[in-house]
């Protein structure tokens, strides 16, 4: 009942701003007061309708309760009528309940200030929102009715080694190692399952240098944040309606490699630029990237089939000696049936791959 009562208020105010010059504020408080009046809302709080009213014009209506929240990690919609969060890895339905209407217009608003476009030709888009959370969208008829919407918020500050210690991610004895290691100059491949904690223990790493090197970052959306003093972040771009002006991870890594980095980072290897990586690792700059993988072994096999994408002329032989010549590190991050994030597993390279061994 109060979502329909927001929906109705929202629709009388938008017809207000559009009779005439007046503030959106001025024109939801004549809205609100109209309907208190008619003793419409007897048991509702006037503030908090005005706020909902509000986001609903300017804002991202009712997502922006959850996306406030500290504790909600992501937000998905599968249909207007069914908006899940996820709060410390566990899945919660929410009694959010949209329209078609509102889904298409949260989506306009969101994408509004990223440059992305979203249309048959173009069923899918990542863009980053104003928070920093990434947005992903799907429409129809990839999708089967409904536009699919999710959203990765990440935490509000940038958590160092020593914060994911106090977080039972890793023990000192790791946070040590990767630090040295980081130190050293190694090339650090970070890998683990959707939502295992990737991209946090990357950052967390970045932590280490930011006061004395020079880097440079490349991801397909923006989602690594740091505190480097000096830094470059590169973002791929989609292709415009004349399907011309698209800017691929390969060009980028390319491009970095021109400006001057101490340390390189590529956000996700995920197809062709884990080649254009692997040559900038075995140019002497140091490196991170994450990847999709079950274990670390298996990252360390997946980074050798990624660059084999890149064309038929690429040798298996030279790839697999590239890999085992620059790749020095990979950290394999888990996250357990009870929402708990950790380190699983560190595989270093020394001349051949061995597990390392920390005392508990």
Same mark, same amino acid.
């Given at each position: 009942?109060?979502v329909?009562s927001?929906?109705e208020?929202?629709q009388?105010t938008?017809? @207000?701003?559009?009779a005439g010059p007046?503030?959106?504020?001025?024109? @939801?408080a004549?809205?609100i007061?109209e309907?208190f009046e008619?003793?419409?809302f007897?048991?509702?709080?006037e503030?908090?309708?005005?706020?909902s009213?509000?986001?609903?014009?300017v804002?991202?209506?009712?997502i922006?309760r959850?996306?406030?929240d500290?504790?909600?990690?992501?937000?998905?919609?599968?249909?207007p009528?069914?908006?899940?969060?996820a709060?410390?890895?566990k899945?919660?339905?929410t009694d959010?309940?949209?329209t078609e209407?509102?889904?298409?217009q !949260?989506?306009e608003r969101?994408?509004?200030?990223?440059g992305?476009?979203?249309?048959?030709s173009?069923?899918f888009?990542?863009a980053? !929102?104003s928070?920093?959370s990434r947005? =992903?969208?799907v429409?129809p008829?990839v999708?089967?009715? =409904?536009?699919a919407i999710n @959203?990765?918020k990440?935490?509000p500050k940038?958590?160092t !080694?020593?914060n994911?210690?106090g977080?039972?991610?890793?023990?000192?004895?790791?946070?040590?190692?990767l630090k040295?290691?980081?130190?050293?100059?190694t090339?650090?491949?970070?890998?683990g399952?959707?939502?295992?904690?990737?991209?946090t223990l990357?950052?967390?790493l970045l932590?280490v240098g930011?006061e004395?090197?020079?880097? !440079?970052?490349v991801e397909?959306?923006?989602e690594i944040r740091t505190?480097?003093?000096?830094?470059v972040?590169?973002?791929a771009?989609?292709?415009?309606?004349e399907g011309?002006?698209?800017?691929?991870l390969?060009k980028?890594v390319?491009e970095a490699l021109r400006m001057?980095?101490t340390?390189?980072v590529?956000g996700?290897v995920?197809q062709?630029?884990?080649?254009?990586l692997l @040559?900038a690792l075995n140019?002497g700059?140091?490196?991170?990237c994450t990847?999709h993988a079950?274990?670390?072994?298996?990252?360390?096999?997946?980074?050798?089939?990624?660059?084999?994408?890149?064309g038929?002329?690429?040798?298996?032989m030279f790839?697999?000696?590239?890999?085992?010549?620059?790749?020095?590190?990979? /950290?394999?991050c888990v996250?357990d049936s009870?929402? =708990?994030r950790?380190v699983?597993?560190v595989?270093k390279?020394?001349?051949s791959?061995h597990?390392? =061994?920390?005392? /508990?």
């Amino acid at each position: 009942m109060f979502v329909q009562s927001v929906s109705e208020l929202t629709q009388k105010t938008r017809e @207000i701003l559009a009779a005439g010059p007046l503030s959106v504020d001025l024109a @939801i408080a004549r809205v609100i007061d109209e309907a208190f009046e008619s003793s419409q809302f007897d048991s509702v709080d006037e503030g908090e309708l005005k706020a909902s009213v509000r986001r609903a014009l300017v804002g991202l209506g009712e997502i922006e309760r959850f996306l406030g929240d500290p504790e909600v990690e992501e937000i998905w919609l599968n249909s207007p009528k069914e908006v899940f969060v996820a709060r410390q890895g566990k899945t919660f339905r929410t009694d959010l309940s949209l329209t078609e209407v509102e889904v298409r217009q !949260l989506v306009e608003r969101m994408l509004r200030a990223s440059g992305r476009r979203l249309d048959r030709s173009e069923p899918f888009v990542d863009a980053t !929102l104003s928070d920093g959370s990434r947005l =992903h969208v799907v429409i129809p008829d990839v999708t089967r009715e =409904h536009w699919a919407i999710n @959203i990765r918020k990440f935490p509000p500050k940038i958590l160092t !080694l020593e914060n994911l210690v106090g977080l039972g991610v890793m023990s000192w004895p790791v946070a040590d190692y990767l630090k040295a290691e980081f130190l050293a100059g190694t090339n650090i491949l970070v890998s683990g399952a959707t939502q295992a904690g990737k991209t946090t223990l990357l950052c967390a790493l970045l932590d280490v240098g930011s006061e004395t090197e020079r880097l !440079l970052t490349v991801e397909e959306t923006f989602e690594i944040r740091t505190n480097y003093v000096d830094v470059v972040a590169l973002q791929a771009r989609q292709a415009n309606l004349e399907g011309v002006g698209e800017i691929t991870l390969r060009k980028l890594v390319r491009e970095a490699l021109r400006m001057r980095p101490t340390r390189l980072v590529v956000g996700e290897v995920r197809q062709a630029e884990a080649l254009d990586l692997l @040559i900038a690792l075995n140019s002497g700059i140091a490196g991170l990237c994450t990847i999709h993988a079950n274990s670390a072994s298996e990252a360390i096999a997946k980074l050798k089939l990624l660059p084999l994408l890149a064309g038929e002329n690429i040798p298996s032989m030279f790839v697999n000696e590239t890999v085992d010549r620059t790749v020095g590190l990979v /950290v394999h991050c888990v996250m357990d049936s009870k929402g =708990h994030r950790r380190v699983s597993q560190v595989l270093k390279n020394s001349g051949s791959w061995h597990e390392v =061994h920390f005392e /508990v």
